[in-house]
């Protein structure tokens, strides 16, 4: 009679080489995709003559959809083996957002437009961990993690410098890129061979009972893990203050300059990627090996030194801005 091994003595996954190939383009090409929300959408509403408060709404619509969509989003990810499906649909539904953005730049259909892919904020990102999870398993995802994070920012970096070039030659194109990127993003996501992602591993766990726990036992026992709520309030707290900057900056920089702020944007977006793209997968192997919170930490601490330099950055260009109109009245 065969006995079924314990979880910590079944055999590592080892995933073919295509479809970890095909993970790390899927991330390259969602980066892509994705880079056509945030501050280049606040850039390229502000030089359609946006308001800055019609910006911030629509973009805050953004951000609370997709903040709404994470635990529904979550829960439907565990449940469902078909998770490239999941996948795939989201990538269809930015697309369609984009091509509403690009197409019928009016207050009520950028609304739509935001709201449709801040609902994918549940599906996109934790699809892909989920994939990722189910294919290379716990031990070696965070230094799996750390090299989907490198060509997710390399993707970055090649559309917003490729949006950057077309908006700066005055050609409206540039919204088009992420939605001709997204047919190979759909031919990477093919690529990976659904039968080596593993659903219980996908799920969260090296193996799981035939019955786990209930909906409602489940959220119960998140609720009591003080741990895990400090952990969110955290990240509640670091989104809150981060999410903002860049648009901010991009809006400012779209009104001042047109579309020759386009160089500058691109550099705010691409100067952090590159060093995302250098230092991921160290950071993904030495949070393996060290831990998470001191990584954190760090990254935290970054945050109030950024914030504090937009700060100073723009107090100084709105004080040159009135020294030079109080010259000009002068002479």
Known sequence: MSVEAPASVREPPAPSRQSLLALSWLNFFLACVLAAFGPIVAAYLAVRHWTAEEIGFVLSIGGVVGLISQVPGGELLDAVRAKRLLVGAGVVTVTLSIMILRLWPIFPLVALAEALQGITGGVLGLGVVAITLG????????????????????????????????????????????????????????????????????????????????????????????????????????????????????????????????????????????????????????????????????????????????ALITSVQAGTHRLHRHLQRLS
Not at 137 to 147: N, P, S
Not at 198 to 220: L, Y
């Open 135 to 310: 294919l290379v398993g716990h031990d070696a995802l965070g230094e799996r993690l750390g090299h989907n994070q490198r060509f997710a920012a390399a993707g970055g970096v090649a559309v917003t410098l490729t949006m950057a070039l077309i908006a700066y030659s005055g050609s409206p194109l540039a919204m088009f890129v992420p939605v001709v990127l997204s047919v190979p993003l759909l031919v990477a996501l093919a690529q990976i061979r659904s039968k080596e992602i593993d659903f219980e591993r996908a799920s969260g766990a090296e193996r799981q009972p035939a019955e786990g726990p209930r909906r409602s036992e489940r959220a119960a026992v998140l609720l009591r893990n003080r741990r895990l709520m400090i952990f969110a309030v955290c990240m509640v707290l670091f989104q809150f203050a981060n999410a903002s900057m860049l648009p901010l900056a991009a809006d400012i920089l779209a009104y001042e300059g047109g579309r020759k702020a386009a160089p500058f944007l691109a550099a705010l977006i691409i100067v952090p990627q590159l060093i995302v793209a250098l230092l991921a997968p160290w950071v993904g192997q030495r949070a393996e090996k060290r831990g998470r919170k001191p990584l954190l930490l760090v990254g935290f601490a970054a945050l109030p030194i950024r914030a504090a330099l937009f």
